[in-house]
């Protein structure tokens, strides 16, 4: 095998010289598209090594029986050396069995590629721009944020592992109305610095306590020169400020997970650039823009609602249920307006868009993707465009909720929260469900040293692993692969698990879902403890045999490899893999 290929890559290269084999003799007729040919595990064990539908994918555009083209690639699969057998199923399914040379192999190949095994050239040539997280700028990170921000996080970083060049984006909303409440807010805590007593902060402006400092860096910069000015004086001055010191206080709070985004866009200067106009020009050219009035309201009609007339997208022609307008009565433009017109900018230097939303984002989804659709098709050069929806996540202490409320000052931060438990436990624990799914976050449960603490376990196994190696240093063995052929059943059915991490970075890399890595690693570590226990009923299967050196190095060596991949699958994650617990 080459440095990059594994055992599931290169049966694929088999399986494809098998079909240009059969085309040779006539079996097969030349010029038939093998993309949809896969290799992977069957699903039942008892069936063999790996499967393919090879006969099935094929045998209708070649105008054969399934069944008989299986037989037929059967053969020429049969004619290599570390091939024990191939069985037909069913239809045409194709069950190989594999020499336990061959995994022994992929074990060293493991070994040879160290931190690259499992990285991937799917993506290569692809660029990918992943926007995540987008708080408004109006204060800390809360816990609401989190989980948005784990998934986005390691969906680049997966991307990226699998071949793609990955820019991890954050969309500053500064120029809707909520800034400027940030504004009067800042200027509320100015004049408290200067001395005014302010007393409770009135309804409507924001209440935390994380604006006192801001307060006291514009007194010092200004002293008392804005205090009785009328608002129109001060109110994009103070804007500008605060906004600027709540990003900092937000790239601070996503330091703590790990997190660092290369590109933060601004939709103030997107605006200012006149974005939103090129957009719409552009749309109104192919006609996907009109000035039309919306429907009235269903139900009851508003007692104030008058008909105007509006900019209009056509986002019916793309599924949408109704056309959306871009401007508002009084010709700002509507958060869709700006949204598409941010869409359109990021689509200018990316091959695809990735955007991970909360699910209360949900209605927005289908309009812009209309949006993505109607701007990248019209300009030549359709852009595949994916909204990545995550629900909350429900705190809980030892069961019992903890409330959190952004607007009363009194959320539950995220800066809190890594400090009380932990970066790696945090970002993990928002990889073990699917983003879409309902999530609890206990902070007594993802602290416990327990299975079902799926951090703890994956952790707890690569810990476990390196104790051994220390141990069997102390002892004077080192891993080798020398003597391999000494490892049996137990230990091959290991290594058949670790040389499915390529194959998973793929499938969830394709499926952009970083979760299935998560699941993968709980997977391996369950399986690597089940093998650990083997030596506490049965004193042959254990690590180190101070008696059977040779044995000692080869199992060490499995589980120095199995190591690696959980290092792999955890650096993918952004978790670390710890040495010790």
Same mark, same amino acid.
């Given at each position: ?38 290799? /992977? ?74 931190? #690259? ?22 204060? !800390? ?11 986005? #996080? ?19 909303? #500064? ?16 004049? /408290? ?26 007194? +010092? ?22 906004? +600027? ?25 997107? *605006?200012?650039?006149?974005? !939103? ?9 192919? #006609? ?18 008058? !008909?105007?007339?509006? !900019? ?9 249920? *109704? ?63 994916d909204v990545k929806l995550v629900q909350m996540v429900q705190l809980l202490r030892g069961g019992e909720p903890v409330k959190m409320s952004k607007r009363s000052g009194t959320f539950v931060t995220l800066a809190d929260v890594v400090r009380e438990v932990g970066k790696d436990v945090v970002r993990f624990t928002m990889l073990t469900r ?14 416990? +040293? ?22 069997? &240093?102390?002892?004077g063995f080192a891993p080798s692969a020398a003597r391999l052929d000494l490892l049996g059943d137990e230990e091959l059915e290991l290594v058949k698990l670790a040389a499915q991490f390529p194959r998973q970075v793929e499938a969830a890399a394709t499926a952009r879902e970083p979760h299935r890595i998560a699941f993968y690693l709980y997977d ?52 670390? &893999?710890?040495?010790?617990?």
């Open positions: 095998m080459s440095d990059t290929q594994t055992i599931y890559t290169a049966f694929a290269a088999h399986i494809a010289e098998a079909n240009n084999a059969l085309v040779a003799c006539g079996t097969l007729p030349a010029g038939l598209n093998y993309a949809n040919v896969t290799v /992977e595990p069957p699903r039942d064990p008892a069936h063999g090594d790996l499967a393919t539908n090879d006969a099935m994918v094929l045998a209708k555009p070649a105008g054969m029986n399934p069944r008989a083209l299986a037989e037929a690639i059967a053969a020429e699969l049969r004619k290599r050396p570390e091939v024990m057998s191939v069985e037909i199923a069913g239809p045409g399914f194709i069950n190989i069995r594999l020499d336990r040379t061959a995994w022994l192999e992929e074990l060293a190949a493991i070994a040879a590629q160290g931190a #690259d095994y499992g990285r991937s050239r799917m993506g290569e040539g692809q660029r990918v721009n992943v926007e995540y997280v987008s708080a408004n700028p109006t204060g !800390p990170m809360h816990m609401g944020h989190c989980r948005g921000a784990v998934v986005g #996080d390691a969906l680049a970083s997966l991307l990226e592992f699998a071949g793609h060049t990955v820019t991890c984006e954050y969309y500053i909303n #500064d120029a809707g109305g909520q800034v400027d409440v940030l504004a009067r807010s800042a200027h509320l805590r100015y004049r /408290e610095a200067l001395g005014e007593a302010i007393g409770d902060v009135p309804e409507g402006l924001y209440p935390g306590d994380y604006l006192i400092p801001v307060g006291q860096a514009l007194a +010092a910069k200004f002293g008392g020169q804005y205090v009785d000015a009328p608002e129109a004086e001060w109110l994009a001055i103070f804007r500008s400020h605060a906004v +600027a010191k709540m990003m900092e206080l937000i790239k601070d709070d996503l330091a703590l997970l790990g997190i660092h985004h290369d590109v933060f866009a601004s939709e103030a200067a997107l *605006q200012a650039a006149g974005k !939103p106009e090129q957009a719409e020009a552009w749309l109104r050219s192919r #006609d996907l823009v009109y000035d039309g009035v919306l429907e009235a309201p269903k139900g009851k009609t508003p007692e104030d609602w008058e !008909p105007v007339e509006l !900019p209009l997208f056509r986002s019916t022609r793309f599924g949408d249920d *109704q056309d959306r307008p871009i401007k508002k009565s009084d010709g700002s433009w509507t958060y869709f307006g700006a949204d598409l017109a941010y869409h359109f900018q990021k689509a200018e230097n990316a091959d695809a868009l990735i955007d991970i939303w909360g699910a209360d984002h949900a209605g927005t989804v289908k309009r812009i993707r209309a949006a993505v659709a109607a701007l990248t098709e019209g300009a030549g050069r359709p852009i595949p465009f699917k983003p879409e799914a309902q999530m609890e976050f206990d902070f007594a449960k993802v602290v416990e +040293a327990s299975k079902d603490n799926p951090v703890f376990y994956v952790q707890y196994a690569h810990a476990r692993i390196r104790s051994t190696m220390r141990k069997g &240093a102390a002892e391996l570590a369950a399986a690597f403890h089940a093998y650990w226990n083997l030596g506490n009923d049965r004193p042959d299967k254990r690590f180190i045999l101070a008696d059977k050196p040779d044995m000692t190095a080869a199992r060490l060596f499995l589980g120095q490899q199995i190591g690696q991949v959980i290092r792999n699958g955890l650096a993918i994650l952004g978790v670390e &893999a710890v040495e010790e617990m």
